[in-house]
């Protein structure tokens, strides 16, 4: 066999020349580029290297870009882009200008549906195939969903309306985490294997056929249905399925190309929607990933020999410290309940969900449930705080203006990754926060340092209504000296440093770039810089800012969309004030790319070296 099989591997038609131990040695030869572009670049390892097999049975099967292959939310579809003539590319995963870490329709024809988020493959299937049948062609679409987005509302609503709004639908749920129960053994393999078989589908067809010309052909035809949905529910774990009106088979072993193959071989004959229940271990075949898949399921850099992060761990995170607060404020407050939706880790949570599992609730991939859900808790007399990456909070926004602010209940969000971060446009923290500075009784804060956010989640807690604060992945970096902070004025802004030409608001760990630029323009143009803190977006600290505008140009910084940002909010304040010129800074209305963020600030022309120019204008 060639040491080299991927060279051999440039489309899906290659796949089909494979003999079955090629395509065995091709599923190793991938697990090693994953393993190699991963430890290199950062990137989702553990639900890719699950899914190897899967895939190429996937493209093996069917004729894509022709049959429509649907992937949710896209971070297990790596070996889908190595195998539709990306796989030189993929070596540029995540980087400025290179592979996107997610599905792109502007990528490649391949990817037939973008998807950074979970929940959406069913719904998009469902549309595809639904234009399909309007259309009266006959190309598959196939919806390739994780076990943890099945349980998402949206896939839930989709389940709900397959059956209603398209003939054919082939569903693949690739299930790393369920275990099988006793009774899902050999004698459920064997009755899929035969679900699935196209000898039995075409033998159920002529019977049908024939049984029609019979009397009473409706009641045994009524009959015989009963009887196969009877034993199905005895042996396979696919019920509710079956009660949404999708045919199910499995579970399968989604490791094994022969079972893989031979099943979507005969799904391919189905008449009705399907689902292929294919069970598959996350990390398969590198140990560090398979002892620990949640580790290992979106992270940075590493040494593929050990499985340690290479890069240099900051002293501290907005994320540990959110964490360190809660478990701090949960001693005292046994009324304190902790929500995320599927983002236990992420949001710096788990040891908190280990300390008091009494006071924690991981609701899955359920953006909108977790925001009512904490106001019926802030209903019954508690204190919920909703933890949840703030690209994902925008799935939840009418439920909180519905449910949280119509109804001024003291519910606390805390919304990690704010800002740009190195995904790309599906991940990006910046759209949320227009929505919300318009929905009133909600209070804005924004965080310039970890000690700052601790003090920030007292006060919300004390402030008792709805409040929002939002800070970024990583640390606060390198922020100049602070006192100790103690307290905090509600509404007030901070000054960090005094001066007299320009005021330079900022928000967050911005406020680094705004010293930095006051050192600049100190340096370079012999201008004196003044720098805020602004600490509240709502509300809002006017009455210094209309101080400022009395005597000085203003300039505003932020990780946000200017537009519906901190720049919009200056420009609102001072519409019909006298003032001395404004200047804003941040990100545009546009989507940004991914990659490291330093080099989307160069591209952007957002550092502290620009911005001090700009400013020098003034």
């Not at 190699?36 to 093996?60: I, K, Q, R, S, Y």
């Not at 749920?173 to 050999?186: C, Q």
């Not at 940075?300 to 240099?312: I, L, S, V, W, Y």
């Amino acid at each position: 066999m060639s040491n080299n099989i991927l060279d051999r591997i440039n489309s899906p038609d290659d796949l089909k020349q494979l003999s079955k131990a090629e395509l065995a040695e091709s599923a190793e030869a991938i697990r090693k580029l994953l393993l190699e572009t991963v430890a290199a670049n950062g990137g989702h390892l553990a639900p890719n290297l699950g899914a190897v097999e899967l895939t190429l049975a996937l493209h093996c099967v069917f004729n894509a870009p022709a049959d429509k292959l649907v992937w949710d939310v896209g971070h297990q579809a790596y070996v889908h882009k190595i195998v539709t003539g990306r796989k030189n590319w993929f070596k540029t995963l995540r980087q400025y200008e290179g592979c996107s870490g997610f599905l792109s329709r502007k990528e490649s024809e391949f990817d037939t549906f973008g998807a950074g988020h979970a929940g959406t493959a069913l719904s998009a299937a469902a549309g595809m195939a639904s234009a399909r049948d309007h259309r009266g062609s006959s190309e598959h679409v196939i919806a390739v969903v994780g076990d943890g987005a099945i349980g998402c509302g949206i896939s839930l609503e989709a389940l709900n309306n397959i059956k209603a709004s398209c003939q054919r639908l082939i569903i693949i749920l690739n299930d790393n985490k369920m275990s099988i129960s006793e009774n899902v053994g050999a004698i459920s393999r064997r009755l899929s294997r035969l679900i699935a078989g196209q000898r039995y589908n075409r033998l159920k067809k002529w019977t049908k056929k024939w049984v029609k010309k019979l009397p009473y052909s409706e009641k045994i035809l009524v009959f015989i249905s009963r009887l196969e949905e009877s034993t199905k529910g005895v042996f396979v774990p696919g019920m509710l399925f079956e009660e949404f009106g999708i045919r199910y088979v499995g579970p399968i072993d989604g490791h094994d190309l022969d079972e893989l193959i031979s099943t979507l071989q005969g799904v391919k004959e189905f008449n009705s929607p399907v689902i292929v229940h294919a069970i598959t271990e996350k990390g398969r075949g590198y140990k560090p990933a398979e002892s620990a898949p949640e580790k290992f399921h979106g992270l940075g850099c590493f040494n593929p020999a050990t499985g340690e992060k290479t890069d240099t761990p900051p002293p501290t995170t907005f994320s540990q410290t959110f964490g360190q607060a809660m478990i701090e404020m949960a001693q005292t407050d046994k009324k304190l309940s902790v929500i995320t939706a599927g983002m236990t880790t992420g949001t710096g949570l788990t040891e908190f969900a280990a300390k008091f599992p009494e006071q924690f609730y991981d609701v899955g991939i359920a953006e909108e449930h977790a925001v009512v859900f904490a106001a019926g808790l802030a209903a019954a007399g508690y204190r919920p705080v909703v933890a949840v990456y703030a690209t994902f909070i925008q799935r939840a926004l009418d439920c909180i203006y519905h449910d949280v602010c119509l109804q001024n209940l003291p519910v606390i969000f805390c919304l990690d990754r704010s800002g740009i971060v190195e995904d790309g446009p599906t991940h990006h923290g910046l759209y949320d926060l227009p929505f919300m500075l318009a929905i009133p009784n909600l209070a804005i804060l924004v965080p310039k340092s970890e000690t700052e956010l601790k003090v920030m989640l007292k006060c919300a807690y004390d402030y008792n209504a709805p409040v929002a604060i939002r800070y970024p992945r990583g640390w606060s970096g390198d922020i100049a000296p602070e006192q100790s902070i103690n307290d905090i004025s509600w509404g007030k802004s901070e000054l960090v440093k005094a001066g007299n030409s320009v005021a330079i608001w900022s928000t967050g760990r911005e406020i680094n770039t705004a010293l930095t630029v006051a050192d600049i323009l100190s340096r370079d143009f012999n201008i004196n810089a003044k720098v805020i803190n602004t600490r509240f977006l709502a509300p809002f600290d006017r009455e210094r800012l209309l101080e400022c505008a009395e005597k000085m140009p203003i300039a505003t910084i932020e990780d946000g969309v200017i537009s519906g940002g901190l720049g919009s909010l200056i420009d609102e304040q001072l519409i019909n004030i006298k003032h001395h010129g404004v200047k804003h800074f941040g990100w545009g209305k546009q989507f940004i790319n991914h990659g490291a963020l330093g080099k989307l600030r160069k591209h952007h022309n957002f550092t502290a070296e620009k911005i001090a120019e700009a400013i020098a204008t003034l």
